[in-house]
């Protein structure tokens, strides 16, 4: 059975701390790209789903491949076995070579799961976290050995897309950042570098952006369609700031920008916006409950 096997630091077991839509993301790409995987949350239920949702992810995929159905098939099964499930993340990253913490944006929990993942891992496993608004420095504070962490942040959907932001803090260590870059190109994703700083490259221009767009309709200036349509028509993007905001997630995109504005209180870009604070007060928070700057439940 061919296993993927990484330069630099050798990487073969992968552990992935979180399965939600990133975490399940991660460890489908991960699998597939040759990696032993250990997906762990200690919600059973969100395991489930998100083996679900990886199964169904992989077939389609797979129905894009060139080869007999039986490669297919066979694509599928081998990506499969290759994931383990585990509710205990001692347990999950004891073997690990590299761990992957992607667990929801509270930097309490990330601090208290890393201190968990630091005194059951390997002494030379490399340790990461998908964050996509804290500091490394923040999460990482905690740490003992601070040279062996980094940040590996994905994209949503990361099966479908291509980037991959690998950032080090002062204290990573060159060695780190080398695998963690071999590790980004081994699973297929072009990697970009960026300093520990809030958001890294694309949060940091597309949350301010989603909020320049609700200050625009706030003032009255286009309609919610009219700047989707713009953007999508004469920027190229695939999605409109609406619309994107709404498949993130109105509460993510908030979380992060009132936690970059306290932190940040004299940078204008991170100011709030009342559209978005009154809709996730209702509890309308995109895609993911139905409704959201658009409604989805027809
Ligand atoms: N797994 C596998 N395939 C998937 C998938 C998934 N989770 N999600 C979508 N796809 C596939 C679809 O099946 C489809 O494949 P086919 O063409 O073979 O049918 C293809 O991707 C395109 O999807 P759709 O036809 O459903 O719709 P679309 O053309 O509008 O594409 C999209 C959907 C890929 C999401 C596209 O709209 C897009 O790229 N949107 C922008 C996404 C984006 O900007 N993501 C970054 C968000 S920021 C972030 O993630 C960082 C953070 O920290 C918040």
Redesign the pocket.
Known sequence: MFTAKCAMQNIRNVAIVGSGQMGS?IA?VTASSGFNVMLADVNKKALDRAMK?ISQ?VT??SK?QKGTDKEKSDFVTLTMSRIKTCNNVSTAVADADLIIEAAIENIDLKRGIFAQIEQSCKKDSILTTNT??FLLEDVAKGLQDKTRFGGL?????????KLLEVIRSDDTSDETYATLIKFGTAVGKTTVACKDSPGFI??RL?IPYFFEAARMYERGDASMTDIDEAMKLGAG???GPFE?AD??GLD?VKFVMDGWAAKYPEVQLFEASPLVDKLVAEGKLGRKTGDGFYSYKK
Do not use: E, R
């Open positions: 993301g489908q949702a992810s389609h995929l894009k996509s608004s942040h994905f994209f949503n959907p990361v099966p479908v897309m694309v949060n597309l993007h695939p999605m994107l498949y993130i993510t």
